[in-house]
């Protein structure tokens, strides 16, 4: 789904701020390994080797406390196949992005009567936000972490993304930070604190939808696209949401971008007036 994009997204271009927060220390190399692990494939969502350490650092994002097999198991596949093909000792850490009371997002072993293995579980909404609103890589999971006034701490995010100096990865991060935040605030919110205009020059959030329409998931491209304009103009009216599940391709890849001009109902009804 596009929030996992996202994470390792983020994971794979800032991989030293991610290894800084989680480790506590600083290499001077994270090469970014192969996530897909061999004999029957599975694809992990982050996979660095560290230098000077020379250890595994192993990442999974979970929005979603059910896994199927189990989070537990998984992680000790993981772990069996990294150390058998790296050998070297592996550090490994679930992250939790949405608050949840399941006992997966509190459980951090694996038991059978001759196995004991354990990894590590970072629940984002326990996180002091600190360290990761002084990283601009980090910013977007700030949105997710401890806060007595979670709107307070969306302003804050709103603050950090402004001081980023470079465009390009502003409208890169703020895109991110924009995707994550809908975990946890409502549209309206999330409308209210970030700016828009700057996410049209985002090549992640064309990228979420084009990829989506792309890998055959039309279905969550359409989602993402209706959340958007929902944040945008507001509840959308029956008759064109039904406009909109018709587009084509092409369309709904033009009506992502074009949406973040728009002021109200009737631009989105003169847009697919002209589509048709």
Same mark, same amino acid.
């Given at each position: 789904?596009?929030?996992?994009?996202?994470?390792?997204?983020?994971?794979?271009?800032?991989?030293?701020?991610?290894?800084?927060?989680?480790?506590?220390?600083?290499?001077?190399?994270?090469?970014?390994?192969?996530?897909?692990?061999?004999?029957?494939?599975?694809?992990?969502?982050?996979?660095?080797?560290?230098?000077? #350490?020379?250890?595994?650092?192993?990442?999974?994002?979970?929005?979603?406390?059910?896994?199927?097999?189990?989070?537990?198991?998984?992680?000790?596949?993981?772990?069996?196949?990294?150390?058998?093909?790296?050998?070297?000792?592996?550090?490994?850490?679930?992250?939790?992005?949405?608050?949840?009371?399941?006992?997966?997002?509190?459980?951090?072993?694996?038991?059978?009567?001759?196995?004991?293995?354990?990894?590590?579980?970072?629940?984002?909404?326990?996180?002091?936000?600190?360290?990761?609103?002084?990283?601009?890589?980090?910013?977007?999971?700030?949105?997710?972490?401890?806060?007595?006034?979670?709107?307070?701490?969306?302003?804050?995010?709103?603050? #950090?993304?402004?001081?980023?100096?470079?465009?390009?990865?502003?409208?890169?991060?703020?895109?991110?930070?924009?995707?994550?935040?809908?975990?946890?605030?409502?549209?309206?919110?999330?409308?209210?604190?970030?700016?828009?205009?700057?996410?049209?020059?985002?090549?992640?959030?064309?990228?979420?939808?084009?990829?989506?329409? #792309? #890998?055959?998931?039309?279905?969550?491209?359409?989602?993402?696209?209706?959340?958007?304009?929902?944040?945008?103009?507001?509840?959308?009216?029956?008759?064109?949401?039904?406009?909109?599940?018709?587009?084509?391709?092409?369309?709904?890849?033009?009506?992502?971008?074009?949406?973040?001009?728009?002021?109200?109902?009737?631009?989105?009804?003169?847009?697919?007036?002209?589509?048709?």
């Amino acid at each position: 789904m596009s929030v996992d994009n996202i994470c390792k997204y983020l994971s794979e271009q800032y991989p030293e701020s991610f290894v800084n927060w989680i480790l506590g220390v600083t290499t001077t190399d994270a090469n970014i390994l192969k996530s897909e692990l061999t004999v029957e494939p599975i694809r992990a969502d982050f996979v660095a080797l560290l230098r000077p #350490q020379e250890r595994i650092l192993h990442l999974e994002f979970q929005v979603e406390a059910i896994s199927n097999p189990p989070l537990p198991l998984r992680m000790l596949d993981y772990y069996v196949r990294l150390y058998r093909q790296y050998n070297r000792p592996v550090d490994q850490f679930v992250i939790f992005l949405k608050r949840t009371g399941s006992t997966a997002a509190y459980t951090d072993e694996f038991i059978t009567d001759s196995i004991t293995y354990r990894y590590r579980v970072i629940r984002l909404w326990e996180q002091d936000p600190a360290p990761l609103l002084a990283n601009p890589a980090l910013l977007p999971l700030a949105t997710l972490a401890q806060a007595d006034s979670p709107n307070t701490l969306l302003e804050q995010v709103s603050t #950090q993304l402004d001081m980023i100096e470079s465009r390009e990865q502003r409208s890169n991060i703020s895109a991110c930070v924009e995707i994550l935040a809908g975990l946890r605030f409502e549209e309206s919110i999330i409308r209210q604190y970030l700016r828009e205009d700057i996410m049209k020059e985002s090549v992640i959030y064309q990228g979420i939808i084009r990829e989506g329409i #792309q #890998q055959g998931k039309q279905e969550e491209a359409l989602s993402f696209t209706m959340r958007l304009l929902t944040r945008r103009i507001g509840e959308v009216a029956p008759q064109l949401q039904a406009q909109i599940q018709n587009l084509t391709t092409p369309q709904l890849e033009e009506l992502g971008v074009a949406l973040l001009d728009f002021n109200n109902a009737d631009e989105l009804a003169a847009w697919l007036q002209n589509q048709s």
